[in-house]
């Protein structure tokens, strides 16, 4: 079984922190071999849940545009290996699709054909940010339909510390984020359906059906902000990664990092994570395969 791609809750991280640190535009967006998979989940998703995973403000086409063409010019310029570019059209040659830019009404949609992220436009107003267009097929117990046009502040109600602790720290990062600077962070929780797509409606509660430590899973979310030069508009992305928790058996110090970022998270982080449903046999489950 591998190992998870990536572990933020290593030496026990966890909790509402920012953790944004700066990377090249190289390492903007993971494409990797779940690729054809997860297209073709979106895909499916557009079928059959659009409303639930694609959300546009009337107005936004012109910044839904200068994301599309940022997107466009990461993959020419460091995965031009995997698509054929034409003035009028791109290819994608691992899912044989070939888009022409002019068959689709919203440019986020194509953009979110072409990569395996989740996109988030958070378009400025009076010094605040708001959800005005989105394509979020994996969304961690969250409704885009709920939160959609929503400022950041708003969008992050209910989650224990955010408006109290960095709500305004991180408006004031995504108002002076320098154009050619591209942050990234992570967010962890343990769930017991390795599903992407996961939303729930005024999440007060959200009730596990198994919380069996061996049939749980770590579901891990890598975000990135950018902003954009010609409106200001930040794109968030996110990747969900989603591995069983026996993949860091062999792993004594995951195992170590993880029973402690759990024992380190306060009452209500525990709560909202729903981890307090399974904390105490987790606990035991990872102290015994430690020893």
Do not use: C
Request: hydrophobic share 35%.
């Amino acid at each position: 079984m591998p190992s998870p791609k990536h572990t933020p809750y290593l030496d026990g991280q966890g909790g509402v922190k920012i953790g944004l640190s700066p990377i090249a535009e190289s390492s903007w967006l993971e494409l990797d071999d779940k690729f054809e998979q997860e297209i073709l989940f979106k895909k499916n998703l557009l079928n059959t849940n659009r409303e639930d995973i694609l959300q546009i403000s009337e107005g936004s086409e012109a910044e839904q545009e200068e994301i599309l063409k940022s997107i466009l010019n990461y993959l020419q310029e460091f995965h031009s290996d995997k698509y054929k570019f034409s003035k009028d059209s791109i290819y994608v040659e691992s899912t044989n699709d070939l888009y022409d830019f002019n068959q689709f009404e919203n440019p986020i949609e194509l953009a979110s054909l072409l990569v395996q992220e989740d996109l988030v436009l958070m378009s400025p107003k009076k010094n605040e940010f708001y959800l005005e267009a989105a394509s979020l097929s994996a969304p961690s117990h969250w409704s885009l339909t709920e939160k959609f046009s929503k400022s950041l502040m708003d969008l992050h109600d209910g989650v224990p510390g955010y408006r109290e602790d960095i709500g305004k720290r991180v408006d004031e990062i995504f108002n002076k984020l320098p154009t050619k600077r591209i942050l990234e962070r992570y967010n962890w929780s343990i769930y017991d359906d390795p599903k992407l797509f996961q939303p729930v409606h005024s999440k007060p509660f959200v009730e596990f059906k198994e919380t069996e430590p061996n049939k749980l899973f770590l579901r891990v979310e890598r975000q990135t902000i950018r902003k954009l030069p010609k409106y200001g508009t930040v794109l968030f992305t996110i990747r969900v990664h989603v591995d069983p928790i026996e993949s860091i058996l062999n792993d004594k110090h995951s195992l170590k990092s993880l029973k402690m970022a759990i024992e380190n998270l306060p009452g209500p982080m525990k709560e909202y994570k729903s981890i307090n449903q399974f904390e105490k046999s987790l606990i035991d489950w990872l102290e015994d395969k430690i020893n």
